[in-house]
């Protein structure tokens, strides 16, 4: 199983950006699909954006089409999320796994410590 380590997270007013990363090791990361989830406070976790092997495939969920964009680095065994246009309902913890099912995105492994997002109105 791959190992996951997110960061990048921090407090942004609304209208801002951030970065997120997904660092990985342990197996070959380029073998797995991947995905970007979150938990906003008192929420379920919610899926936000998938990518395939090679990072051409991708989707995302309705509410951050247009303003995230994932995409990954196989030979940094790195998976990022930009975030542009920040709301104050992206204000959660952002979780990336490797998934079992690209679509739907079904996670595969243990949740990792994820990075709070805190976007300020």
């Known amino acids: 199983q791959v190992q996951l380590v997110e960061s990048g997270g921090g407090l942004v007013q609304a209208g801002g950006s951030l970065r997120l990363s997904c660092a990985a090791s342990?197996?070959?990361?380029?073998?797995?699909?991947m995905g970007w989830f979150r938990q906003p406070p008192g929420k379920e976790r919610e899926f936000v954006a998938a990518v395939g092997w090679l990072g051409d495939s991708k989707y995302y969920t309705d509410s951050v089409k247009g303003r995230f964009t994932i995409s990954r680095d196989n030979a940094k065994n790195t998976m990022y999320l930009q975030m542009n246009s920040l709301k104050p309902e992206d204000t959660a913890v952002y979780y990336c796994?490797?998934?079992?099912?690209?679509?739907?995105?079904?996670?595969?492994?243990?949740w990792g410590q994820g990075t709070q997002v805190t976007v300020s109105s």
């Open positions: 796994n490797h998934l079992l099912s690209f679509r739907p995105a079904i996670p595969r492994g243990d």
């Open positions: 342990g197996r070959t990361f380029s073998n797995y699909i």
